[in-house]
């Protein structure tokens, strides 16, 4: 049998209760500065970027349109088949290798400054600003009792989230349906079901993310926050408090002498707490939740100048200088180590190799498929013949003609009209018969080719390989 646990033991509830944190709405406050600007110049470009590319036009079609129902992928004059799938990999190859270089250089920058969840973020909070004001009127408007002014400015920041997350869902789903026709869908309520359902769902993804969830998604949904560490060394920039300078930290008048009342450049005025998204005070050191966006920078250098110190005591700088084995003006030396000239090295090779693909990359493919009739018939004048098709895929964004001959055995005639056309970014099937002369041939299995030139461009070319028949 159990025995009863002791009056002052743990129940099971009460463990369980103790795992779990409630959270704790944080209200951040407006910060300026050097890297604020960076951010909202990001935010910008990057929104405009997402809303304005769709609208873009390329050739009398939507400049960047994924086509999911065509497998056509549309970038600006490049057309994308799923034949194409080496590219994407590459892409991914090279946005995680540029991930893994900017990490070991500056910590997360990406996080910081351009990651959807920070971007979306950043604009949810200038809109709660914009309409409820800034911390301390939020923080009221919050304590106070229910009203016609609370509800009201409760329902236009609302609103006009909501009206902004939809407007974000329909522009996703504008890169996989031509915008201008979801457009006119839109305005007739002729939406089809999939449009509606991404719309709705990655409209609400917007908004409770960036209105609710906020830096929950940070600190327990993105898997970046948890492994980033592997990527830091002691040569890593990153934001840091200088405590040696700093402490011990106190208030005091801005015409005290720190150094008679024994205090440290921290005046313990919170501002660095109070203007961080996540809300983790980084006088305690590096923490996961922290995001990079460097707005405790900003805001202590603020504070510096009205108290007359100098900036920097929080600033990005490496574990190796904190610690004294050189100073903050020797950092750019550190930077050029083995992890980041091997990432630098790799990436480098991967772009390049990326953009010589697409430079090189041929507007023809030609699949040849074998009649699955039957492996060889006779044919008039006691010819045989082999029955093929040829299917051309022209991935350029203008017509092709193409002239076809085969090779590999002697006496091989083709019979096709030629040159083949074939449509701008089409696939095109045409029935080929091969014929040759027994007498000429030895009986079983020969290997042939298909050689297919474009008429106006000698350099387009392809050549593929087929099996011709003989009893």
Known sequence: MLEPAPNNAPTAADVETSLYEVRKKIYVRAVSGWFAGWRVALVIATQLVFYGSPWLVWNDRQAVLFDLVSRKFYIFGLVFWPQDFIFLTALLIISAYSLFLFTAIAGRLWCGYACPQTVYTEIFMWIERFVEGDRVQRMRLDKSAAGARKIGLKALKHGIWIVLSLWTGFTFVGYFTPIKVLAGEVAAWSLGPWETFWIFFYGFATYGNAGWMREQVCKYMCPYARFQSVMFDPDTLVITYDAARGE??????????????GLGSCVDCNICVQVCPTGIDIRQGLQYECIGCAACIDGCNQVMDKMGYSRGLIRYSTENAVHGKYTDTEIPRHVLRPRVLVYSGLLVAIVLIFFGGLWLKNPLKVDVIRDRGAMMRDAPGGMIENVYRLQFINTDESARRYNVTVSGLQGLSLMLAMPVEVPATTTKTFPVTVRG?????????HPIVFHIRDVERPDVRADESSRFFVR
């Open 248 to 261: 011990p930290r106190g208030s005091r008048s801005r015409t005290a002498d720190a150094a008679a009342l």
């Open 437 to 445: 002369d027994p007498s000429l041939l030895k009986s079983g299995s």
